[in-house]
């Protein structure tokens, strides 16, 4: 299976920018995803497909890449951005969720 | 507006079944896929399969082949998702996703409902 690594974790201050980066272990074109889940809550698309915005995402998110690195980009972030961030990839079978990345504002 | 609502919580013994279900509004069920996921706590989410509403035809992980079976009632724009030989393994909050079919995202989920699987 393609394994996604995220970073576990980030902590930024309202206003900066934030990276969240997404590695697979095996290329995925262009297929990757983002979501955005809050606890208790079902995931959000936020973008698909690398860098599409989902409809109704505040243009704040952006994504990023190709093959096998991708970011997701916040800027600026603010207080409601706090959640979890996972990345999916569905070029190869099966489809596959990263660790997800928990974005927490100082 | 596009809704998914599935239904409540669920506790079960081990070795039961138990089958989750996913009523849709909003849009035309025959013309998409819906997708079933597993996240266990605290942990990543597992894409289980899909099935297409107008046919009902399916494509499954493989890892859960034999755990889940996929189902769909085009009269009711219902997906239901039914899980055999329960395990504490399969302790989790399931969720119900529509997929995007040309590029397999999911662009709407239901609120998920968590199976407790304990004697």
């Known amino acids: 299976d393609t394994v996604l690594t995220q970073s576990p974790a980030l902590a930024v201050s309202p206003g900066e920018r934030v990276s969240i980066s997404c590695r697979a272990s095996e290329g995925v074109n262009s297929y990757m995803h983002w979501y955005q889940q809050k606890p208790g809550q079902q995931p959000k698309l936020l973008i698909y497909k690398a860098s599409n915005l989902a409809s109704g995402v505040p243009a704040r998110f952006s994504g990023s890449g190709s093959g096998t690195d991708f970011t997701l980009t916040i800027d600026p972030v603010e207080a409601d951005d706090t959640a979890t961030y996972f990345c999916q990839q569905s070029w190869n079978d099966p489809w596959t969720f990263g660790g997800g990345t928990k974005l927490e504002l100082k | 507006e596009v809704q998914l609502q599935q239904s409540g919580a669920e506790l079960v013994k081990p070795g039961a079944s138990v089958k989750l279900s996913c009523k849709t509004s909003?849009?035309?069920?025959?013309?998409?896929?819906m997708s079933w996921l597993k996240q266990m706590p605290g942990q990543n989410i597992e894409w289980i399969g899909n099935?297409?509403?107008?046919?009902?035809?399916?494509g499954y992980n493989q890892k859960f082949k034999g755990k889940a079976t996929l189902t769909v009632d085009k009269s009711s724009s219902t997906a239901y998702m039914d899980l055999s030989s329960l395990t504490s393994e399969d302790s989790a909050v399931y969720f119900c996703?529509?997929?995007?079919?040309?590029?397999?995202?999911?662009?709407?989920w239901g609120q998920g409902v968590m199976v407790t699987v304990s004697s």
């Open positions: 909003g849009y035309t069920f025959s013309n998409y896929y």
């Open positions: 996703a529509r997929r995007e079919y040309r590029y397999n995202y999911f662009d709407y």
């Open positions: 099935i297409y509403g107008g046919n009902g035809g399916t």
